[in-house]
């Protein structure tokens, strides 16, 4: 508790009209915003590398943007450090009636249901409305939102009963993006193609795999084999732009015949 009073009063006096930082004095909420979605990631980051003592900096910088918003709402009169602490308290306890209260489940499938229903409660309280929608965050990754949007859905029975559908839909898009390319025109190629990576999306729901990190093994894995390439170029004293295609992939099928 000493360091966390310690770090409220650094990022006041960092705030402070009266000598504070003035790189620190011009930031809004909008402004810090990217920084605390980049922060997020360098989290998600080091947790990925296993750098378990990274991951103790990293995740002191993503506090730091707690108190750096709390900071600013506090100065603005909207609400302080310790209110954003008892609204994640208040939220823990609500959301775990089988821990804090009475409530009994059985299975996985039934506690996180209970979550779903407190979640959509918490929404009508605050929207003063229930759309099944809302509350999706607009800044999350395109393919985490779209399988958020669509599990939001299939709650309220908009769903397919199986994969069989699901992949029919994506040979249905696929089509329609090839008639897209065919016409050059870049804003239908562009909306098929969002059609297209939303199906993508659905089917890894239904497949019960996280599309991000799908894609971020895709990634990885072209990183890998990539960098395999460029290091058997560099053993002969040849870079990848002086190689034909054919010799790059053939360097890609080494690459993948050796399991990277």
Known sequence: MQNTRRLLELMARLRDPQGGCPWDLRQDFAS???????????VADAIARRDYDDLRLELGDLLLQVVFHAQMAQEAGLFDFEDVAAGICDKLVSRHPHVFGHAQFETDAERADAWETAKAAERVGRDGGERVLAGV?????????????????????????????????????????????????????????????FVMANL???????????????????????????????ASGRRAKECTLAELDRLWDEAKARGM
């Open 137 to 197: 965050a607009l800044a999350l990754p395109a393919l985490k939102r779209a399988q958020k949007l669509q599990k939001r859905a299939a709650r309220v029975g908009f769903d397919w009963p199986d994969l069989t559908p699901v992949l029919d839909k994506l040979d249905e898009e696929l089509a329609e993006l090839r008639e897209a390319l065919g016409s050059g025109q870049r804003e239908a190629m562009a909306d098929e193609l969002g059609d297209l990576l």
């Open 32 to 42: 810090v915003a990217p920084y605390t979605l980049e922060e997020a990631y360098e």
């Open 204 to 234: 890894a729901r239904h497949l019960e795999l996280d599309a991000e990190e799908a894609l971020r093994r895709g990634n990885a894995k072209f990183e890998r084999r990539f960098a395999y390439i460029e290091d058997r170029l560099h």
